[in-house]
């Protein structure tokens, strides 16, 4: 039973446009979201994160939008990048604000095209 | 600041035989997680401690896994015996009690079950 899905697995992009990454969750608990960003050979780097009591947050050229009744978020990369390119991924948690253990969805890959 | 440690950064080993795993988490980070990544999923939350107590195992497989995080610093994961379906990236995550509560991850150990 998938809690956090991320219905595509890759996603291509034009350098300088837009990427739209999207995230489902289903358990109604979960009440802080977070994306990672992940190279190949290393471990996950934080990228921006979301509490349930807003619906949007916005750091540099990353936004996350929450949609709570949709139990939907997704993250805005303007202007996209070549060092974009790599796999993104959705994380929830409940609880203390993102102390506890995160749930994951499957990634998305995304390629930034020149 | 010094990011989160692991080592190996690779292991093969055949069924039935025993490897642990090292990680020196975020110092003065109070939290830290043991997280397992099959390919082409996400990670999954293995075993969460605060401090040198164990917070959450409930996704920790028993009767082959065992973690510990001696003097609430380093920890150990150890697998014995080892299956086939243990071949996986292994992250070590901490963070900090007192917030911000993001999780920062290790590069990871490579497992590899033949």
């Known amino acids: 039973d998938q809690q956090v899905k991320q219905n595509s697995p890759s996603l291509s992009v034009q350098e300088g446009r837009i990427s739209i990454l999207n995230c489902d969750y289903t358990?109604?608990?979960?009440?802080?979201f977070l994306w990672y960003k992940k190279y190949p050979a290393e471990g996950p780097t934080f990228l921006i994160s979301?509490?349930?009591?807003?619906d949007k947050n916005e750091d540099g050229r990353f936004t996350v939008f929450l949609n709570k009744s949709a139990k939907h978020l997704s993250l805005h990369i303007v202007p996209s990048q070549p060092g974009d390119s790599a796999v993104y991924f959705c994380?929830?948690?409940?609880?203390?604000?993102?102390?506890?253990?995160?749930?994951f969805g499957k990634g998305t890959h995304l390629i930034i095209q020149p | 600041e010094a990011g989160v440690a692991q080592s190996p950064r690779y292991k093969i080993i055949e069924k039935r035989q025993s490897v642990a795993f090292w990680c020196n988490p975020i110092?003065?980070?109070?939290?830290l997680y043991w997280y397992q990544q099959i390919l082409g999923q996400g990670p999954k939350l293995l075993i969460q401690?605060?401090?040198?107590?164990?917070?959450?195992d409930s996704q920790l497989p028993k009767d082959r896994f065992s973690a510990e995080r001696l003097k609430g610093v380093d920890s150990t994961l150890k697998i014995q015996p080892a299956k086939l379906e243990d071949s996986a990236v292994y992250l070590c995550?901490?963070?900090?009690?007192?917030?911000?509560?993001?999780?920062?991850f290790g590069p990871g150990t490579r497992l590899t079950v033949t």
């Open positions: 995550a901490s963070s900090s009690y007192r917030g911000p509560y993001e999780q920062y």
């Open positions: 358990n109604s608990m979960f009440d802080y």
């Open positions: 979301i509490s349930s009591i807003k």
């Open positions: 994380a929830a948690t409940q609880g203390r604000g993102g102390a506890d253990g995160l749930t």
């Open positions: 110092s003065g980070h109070a939290t």
């Open positions: 401690f605060q401090n040198n107590g164990v917070v959450d």
